[in-house]
């Protein structure tokens, strides 16, 4: 019988009532043996333009997130990086012969990755989602990729510079001091010294944030991408404001907060709303 996790709480909502969710999220729980998965996936938002590719970034992120957590479940001899590799090759294998999956914007989201017996849970994390492991003593771990936190100039210049408008500013200095900022970003995107998506490439799976804790030692998982992450982020929250939300209110009332946040900002950094998926696991 399925004795664990106790707990399971799901929330996924799109930016926009009229634009598709490029988030994916599942959890898995086998009924042949305890233990399970989660995935968690933040499609990556192509600039205007072509992309090479006929698919939508919803559609890649769904098959990318099936296949992991197929994998995850049937493959209990696979490592996590050779999950994530397997189902990289498998997802382009299904466009390949349609798309341009050299283009630097072919589909590629996020990564977050997690999978449990009664003897350990394994992580791990690629790009700018967020895994969030408590500890049975109460100890919070938020494990991330730390690329994008430690990009080359002129990026930490420009990011500081649209931190540092004011709110008076001009929506046309605004916009573009935010376009300045996302082109360099974007130039360092899958490149040497940049930061990485999955997206065609199974070798990216080398470069995640990977790791594995005695079952015993963790009380819950919660993961998130980057539009719920913004509680603490942009909103001055904390991890542990966080998973107490989150414990107490529920997934949801996490992302409704952040959502009023986002309303009271008179003119905000980038995209007002996005995409915004947090799962919580408690065993």
């Known amino acids: 019988?399925?004795?664990?996790?106790?707990?399971?709480?799901?929330?996924?909502?799109?930016?926009?009532?009229?634009?598709?969710?490029?988030?994916?999220?599942?959890?898995?729980?086998?009924?042949?043996?305890?233990?399970?998965?989660?995935?968690?996936?933040?499609?990556v938002t192509p600039p205007e333009g072509d992309d090479g590719c006929v698919h939508s970034v919803d559609w890649f992120t769904a098959r990318l997130g099936?296949?992991?957590?197929?994998?995850?479940?049937?493959?209990?001899?696979?490592?996590?990086?050779?999950?994530?590799?397997?189902?990289?090759?498998?997802?382009?294998g299904t466009h390949r012969s349609t798309c341009d999956l050299s283009h630097p914007r072919t589909p590629q989201a996020t990564v977050v990755l997690a999978r449990w017996d009664e003897e350990a849970v394994e992580h791990l994390v690629l790009s700018d989602s967020t895994l969030l492991l408590e500890r049975a003593d109460g100890t919070l771990v938020p494990v991330q990729?730390?690329?994008?936190?430690?990009?080359?100039?002129?990026?930490?210049?420009?990011?500081?510079?649209?931190?540092?408008?004011?709110?008076?500013?001009?929506?046309?200095?605004?916009?573009?001091?935010?376009?300045?900022?996302?082109?360099?970003?974007?130039?360092?995107?899958?490149?040497?010294?940049?930061?990485?998506?999955?997206?065609?490439?199974?070798a990216v799976a080398r470069l995640a944030v990977t790791g594995r804790t005695p079952r015993a030692e963790l009380r819950s998982l919660t993961a998130m991408t980057d539009g719920a992450t913004r509680w603490v982020d942009r909103f001055g929250g904390t991890w542990a404001g966080t998973l107490d939300l989150v414990r107490t209110q529920?997934?949801?009332?996490?992302?409704?907060?952040?959502?009023?946040?986002?309303?009271?900002?008179?003119?905000?950094?980038?995209k007002r709303h996005d995409d915004a998926t947090a799962v919580h696991v408690a065993f």
């Open 145 to 202: 990729d730390p690329r994008l936190d430690t990009l080359p100039s002129p990026v930490p210049e420009l990011r500081a510079a649209v931190r540092a408008l004011p709110g008076h500013t001009p929506a046309a200095r605004r916009e573009a001091a935010v376009r300045e900022y996302v082109e360099a970003v974007e130039a360092l995107r899958n490149a040497e010294g940049g930061f990485h998506t999955a997206a065609a490439d199974p």
């Open 66 to 92: 099936g296949a992991l957590g197929e994998l995850s479940v049937s493959r209990r001899d696979m490592t996590l990086e050779e999950i994530l590799a397997e189902a990289v090759a498998r997802t382009a």
């Open 1 to 43: 019988m399925q004795t664990e996790p106790v707990h399971i709480d799901l929330t996924t909502e799109p930016g926009a009532p009229d634009h598709p969710n490029e988030d994916y999220c599942s959890v898995a729980l086998p009924a042949h043996g305890h233990g399970g998965c989660l995935v968690l996936l933040d499609g």
């Open 250 to 270: 529920g997934t949801a009332h996490l992302v409704q907060a952040v959502r009023d946040l986002e309303h009271a900002v008179p003119s905000p950094r980038g």
